[in-house]
Nanobody, 125 residues
Framework: QVQLVESGGGLVQAGGSLRLSCAAS????????LGWFRRAPGKEREFVAT????????AYADSVTGRFTISRDNAKNTVDLQMNSLEPEDTAVYYC??????????????????WGQGTQVTVSS
């Protein structure tokens, strides 16, 4: 089993920045990819970003490319999401996710077998 705990959410004005962190524990050596999804009120889960086991290969949703940066520290078993130039449309609960097998379907939530409890991000206009 893998446990994921997010931190760093909060309220920020449009144009501001936030940094989310996720700490993994348990069978961390089994983790392949780590990433982030989000769910806005009344909407489906949406892929945000992912990073591979090495930390060198990343993928982003079009809506956050150029504004968000994902990074991974395998020594600390953490994955961070630096969010800049935040927009009201970024308001959502953000979930840290982990996958214990390789998949090319990085944006498919069903490919991730572990999810954190989520952290709220609210961007005011």
């Amino acid at each position: 089993q893998v446990q994921l705990v997010e931190s760093g959410g909060g309220l920020v004005q449009a144009g501001g920045s936030l940094r989310l962190s996720c700490a993994a524990s348990g069978r961390t050596l089994s983790i392949d990819a780590l990433g982030w999804f989000r769910r806005a009120p009344g909407k489906e889960r949406e892929f945000v970003a992912t990073v591979d086991r090495s930390g060198s290969r990343t993928a982003y949703a079009d809506s956050v490319t150029g504004r968000f940066t994902i990074s991974r520290d395998n020594a600390k078993n953490t994955v961070d999401l630096q969010m800049n130039s935040l927009e009201p449309e970024d308001t959502a609960v953000y979930y840290c996710v982990a996958r214990t097998w390789y998949s090319s379907l990085v944006g498919d939530p069903h490919q991730y077998d572990y999810w954190g409890q989520g952290t709220q991000v609210t961007v005011s206009s």
